[in-house]
């Protein structure tokens, strides 16, 4: 290559052009001397260390509250990284969030006792970022919270999502498209919305309704698993990492009313346009 155009990474020690560096105005090329890649995977190394998530937490709060329009916390970075660092349950917290291959659902979260109170001293305790939110959707089905900067936060205005299975059976009941993205894995928060507007007939293997519609009198009850049968669906099996058949499912769509995940991700497995789903192989049969 030309060496005006590019330069070797002192990290991974692979030669590419000057566009895979980040900017740095204090080098003579206005380079970093690590390319982007190796640049994100210590800064992710960072993230994900027992300290690196101490002080993530610490740069969340002064910024949540001010979102919030509470006072900042009584307590300084220093202090909160102590507080993390040598709490009882950090050690327990961080290893299943390690294990869970760093879901950020299992990632170590500071959660308020009183949600219309600040971050204090007093008022905070260490849980998991599900149990965080857990807590989150249970004070606001109990319209607990008074603090006006609340509805800038994950509960701003909002309406109730009903989750079917295929079949239209209830399911569960949410408190806002988030709650049900956030519940049901596989879900995505802008597929919902379109299932409940009628753009799409299902998502992640689910029917979903806007709670108004499906309270009401003219709501109509759709089987989706009739269109399956009518297309003729293929069967599928799910192997495991050694190639070993662990279940069969009539169609994608059975496999996902059965908690399997989404529909369409199961479907590309099948047909080869992804390799594994949730660390299963998944074949036409």
């Not at 380079?31 to 982007?36: E, F, G, L, S, T």
């Not at 040598?86 to 291959?101: A, F, G, I, M």
């Not at 603090?147 to 989750?163: D, E, F, L, T, Y």
Request: charged share 30%; net charge positive.
């Amino acid at each position: 290559m030309d060496q005006k155009t590019s330069k070797t990474c002192t990290q991974c020690g692979e030669e590419k052009p000057l566009h895979d560096f980040p900017n740095n105005p204090r080098a003579k090329d206005g380079k970093r001397a690590n390319c982007k890649d190796c640049q994100y995977a210590i800064t992710m190394a960072w993230n994900r260390s027992p300290k690196g998530v101490a002080i993530r937490l610490w740069h969340k709060h002064t910024k949540r509250s001010v979102e919030r329009g509470h006072p900042q916390p009584d307590y300084d970075k220093e202090w909160l990284v102590n507080f993390v660092m040598t709490h009882s349950e950090y050690p327990r917290l961080y290893d299943e969030y390690v294990k869970s291959d760093y879901d950020k659902y299992k990632c170590p979260s500071i959660d308020r006792l009183d949600d219309n109170v600040g971050y204090r001293k007093d008022n905070i305790r260490l849980v998991s970022f599900q149990e965080n939110m857990d807590h989150c959707y249970d004070a606001a089905r109990k319209a607990e919270h008074t603090n006006a900067g609340w509805v800038k936060g994950c509960m701003s205005p909002h309406r109730a999502i009903v989750q079917l299975s295929l079949s239209g059976s209830f399911i569960a009941e949410y408190i806002s498209v988030n709650e049900a993205a956030r519940s049901v894995r596989g879900a995505d928060n802008s597929k919902i919305p379109a299932c409940c507007q009628g753009k799409r007939k299902s998502h992640a293997g689910f029917q979903w309704v806007y709670r108004e519609d499906y309270y009401s009198s003219d709501f109509e009850k759709k089987d989706l698993t009739l269109k399956s049968i009518n297309k003729k669906a293929k069967p599928v099996a799910k192997y495991d990492k050694n190639g070993e058949r662990v279940a069969f499912f009539n169609s994608a769509t059975e496999a996902a009313e059965s908690g399997e995940g989404s529909c369409s991700s199961i479907t590309r497995c099948a047909r080869g346009e992804r390799g594994w789903y949730r660390g299963y192989e998944w074949r036409y049969v």
